[in-house]
């Protein structure tokens, strides 16, 4: 009878059980039963430079797919240097399974190679942390993770193997596996409140529904886009959830960007705010005082946060839209969208001659605009950067779900854009894959482009380069005197020669006019492919305003 080590009962459980055909990962000898078990259940590693990718790459892969992403590291410094990846993904409520190495039993507390207490490090930025010692007990573990992963309000788990147990042996047909993969479960709030839901809406003059990152937990895109046109309800997603109806879409309020969607929230008399949280960039909420609040999420602490509700509806976001959307009335309001469009005018005047005017040295909105001119719409963005975060999001456009995203409104994870790209990549193969990305972001990861290369996973990385930590540098600029700007330079650097050393393609630009012919040599390519070009480093976006304003007590 054929015996497995527990590594390989890993592998067979990560295929044949969840249907995860893909990992992200740092080899290290604590962990190297599971590279092996991978290799005969035709796992596909991808091995990163830096552990910190792999879980960024495998909360991207999860966000495309539908499905926990699954990352493995090794123990000591590679736990360690996944936690900023691990905190991102808890903060943004994304499923990421990190299985991780520790140090043998037989030398706990001894002096070992990399013996810490992982586990206290990682519970406070975890929805789960286990750890388990038994080769037969693999599966209960991983099942556990996994099923804590998905359920209720997602998000990233923890589970340590010992070497043990990894290493141990055990006969193959005695190895119990569960029957099925973890479960979502869709949650439904009370009849009762969803009737005083669909009466505030249907009675509202200026309704809005304002979404987030639960849109896109649900896969919703459908229920979203039945109630919104069936209701006539402007509506504004923003997060994971933006393009589960297009930002093109008639309904979509994008042509306002992030500034329209304050003006919206704070004219409207109803908003359903459907799994999103009211922080910084809804300024707490308290842009929506004028309004009754409708408020969908599928974790009842969050239902009052900040923002007492008129109407909880604590469920799946799916199955309480539809529940709405069968009960709301068919409605023209026009007017109503109309009168918004209007006062949008005035908030976007500046950014749209910003994009539709030449300049040198170039704006980057110009530069973004560029980028949709080259790609079109039907590309997955991924935006990284401060300043460049806000220009690359009000500038491209979204046409299904998640088609534009960022490093996450809430841990402000700089560095995220290469490896979120990356993992795009890999689990939509046939996608063309963007990345608009400041110069001191694009740093951070850059040696992930030679993962990049080496797994065939090509991506385009468009650097908008200001020499600087654009946003920090403003913010002292706009604080102090000009004499105490500090830390903050970074100088012309050429980023492109890096995308070259590690086997891609490169190309500098600093003219108006080299821009899109650059681009598109680019898209055409077919390998990684890096545009590193030089923008106005005097602009400062409306979001660095912001947060100087923030700065004030």
Same mark, same amino acid.
């Given at each position: ?7 390989r009962?890993v ?11 893909t990992?992200?990962?740092?080899s290290?000898g ?29 909360h ?5 797919t ?5 990352c ?24 990421v399974v ?9 030398d ?7 013996d ?7 519970k406070?930025?975890?929805?789960w942390?286990?750890r388990?010692h ?6 209960e573990y ?9 359920s ?17 042996m055990?006969?193959?047909?005695g190895?119990?596996y ?17 009737a ?17 990152s639960?849109?896109a937990?649900s896969?919703?895109?459908?229920e ?8 006539g ?7 994971n ?8 879409h ?6 306002g960007?992030l ?22 960039? =809804?300024? +707490? @909420?308290?842009?929506?005082?004028? !309004?009754?609040? *409708?408020?969908?999420? /599928?974790?009842? &602490?969050?239902?009052?946060r900040?923002r ?11 199955a ?5 959307g069968?009960g ?10 109309e009168s ?8 976007t ?10 300049a ?28 460049? =975060?806000? +220009? @690359?999001?009000?500038?491209?456009? !979204?046409?299904? *779900?998640s088609?534009? /995203?960022?490093? &996450?409104t ?14 795009a ?7 063309r ?17 030679e993962?990049s ?21 403003h ?49 055409d390519?077919g390998?990684?492919?890096?545009v590193?070009?030089?923008?106005d ?5 409306p979001a ?5 304003e923030?700065?004030?007590?």
């Amino acid at each position: 009878m054929a015996e497995v080590h527990g590594g390989r009962v890993v592998a067979e459980y990560l295929k044949n059980v969840e249907g995860i055909d893909t990992i992200f990962a740092l080899s290290g000898g604590h962990i190297a039963p599971i590279f092996d078990g991978c290799l005969d259940t035709g796992v596909r590693v991808v091995d990163v430079r830096h552990e910190q990718a792999a879980v960024m790459m495998a909360h991207a892969w999860s966000i495309y797919t539908g499905k926990p992403g699954v990352c493995l590291v090794t123990a000591g410094p590679g736990f360690t240097n996944s936690l900023t990846g691990v905190v991102n993904a808890f903060l943004e409520n994304v499923p990421v399974v990190v299985l991780c190495g520790m140090v043998a039993l037989r030398d706990l507390d001894k002096g070992a190679l990399q013996d810490m207490d992982q586990q206290s490090m990682v519970k406070p930025v975890v929805k789960w942390a286990g750890r388990c010692h038994q080769t037969e007990r693999i599966p209960e573990y991983l099942e556990m993770a996994f099923r804590n992963a998905v359920s209720g309000r997602p998000g990233p788990v923890f589970l340590e193997i010992n070497p043990e147990a990894l290493y141990g042996m055990m006969e193959e047909e005695g190895v119990a596996y569960p029957a099925a993969a973890a479960e979502r479960y869709a949650v439904l709030p009370e009849e009762d409140a969803l009737a005083q839901a669909v009466e505030l809406l249907n009675g509202a003059e200026r309704p809005l529904l304002v979404g987030g990152s639960g849109i896109a937990h649900s896969r919703c895109a459908e229920e979203v886009k039945a109630l919104v046109e069936k209701a006539g309800i402007p509506t504004i997603l923003l997060d994971n959830g933006r393009g589960a109806i297009p930002d093109e879409h008639p309904l979509s309020l994008w042509d306002g960007g992030l500034m329209g969607v304050m003006a919206a929230a704070s004219m409207a008399d109803v908003v359903l705010a459907v799994g999103i949280r009211f922080n910084w960039v =809804l300024n +707490f @909420g308290d842009i929506l005082a004028n !309004a009754k609040v *409708i408020r969908v999420d /599928i974790d009842a &602490g969050e239902i009052n946060r900040n923002r007492k509700a008129d109407v909880a509806l604590v469920g799946d976001a799916g199955a309480v839209l539809g529940k709405l959307g069968e009960g709301v009335a068919e409605k023209d309001r026009s007017a109503w969208l109309e009168s918004l469009r209007g006062s949008f005018a005035a908030i976007t005047a500046g950014d749209r001659q910003a994009m539709e005017t030449p300049a040198d040295p170039i704006h980057p909105l110009r530069l973004v605009q560029s980028i949709r001119e080259a790609t079109g719409d039907d590309a997955i963005f991924i935006v990284d950067g401060g300043d460049t =975060l806000y +220009f @690359g999001s009000v500038g491209l456009r !979204a046409r299904e *779900i998640s088609g534009v /995203i960022g490093s &996450g409104t809430l841990f402000g994870c700089l560095g995220t854009g290469v490896p979120f790209a990356i993992g795009a990549k890999v689990a939509l193969p046939d996608k063309r894959v963007v990345l608009l990305t400041g110069d001191g972001s694009f740093g951070l990861n850059a040696m992930e482009l030679e993962t990049s290369c080496r797994h065939g996973a090509p991506i385009v990385v468009v650097i908008c380069n200001d020499q600087a930590w654009g946003m920090v540098k403003h913010h002292q600029e706009l604080c102090y005197e000009e004499c105490r700007v500090c830390g903050t330079d970074l100088g012309v650097i050429h980023y492109e020669m890096i995308a070259e050393a590690l086997g891609g393609r490169g190309e500098f630009v600093d003219k108006e006019a080299d821009i899109l012919p650059a681009l598109k040599r680019a898209l055409d390519y077919g390998g990684p492919a890096c545009v590193n070009v030089i923008t106005d480093p005097t602009v400062t976006s409306p979001a660095t305003l912001m947060f100087v304003e923030g700065f004030k007590f």
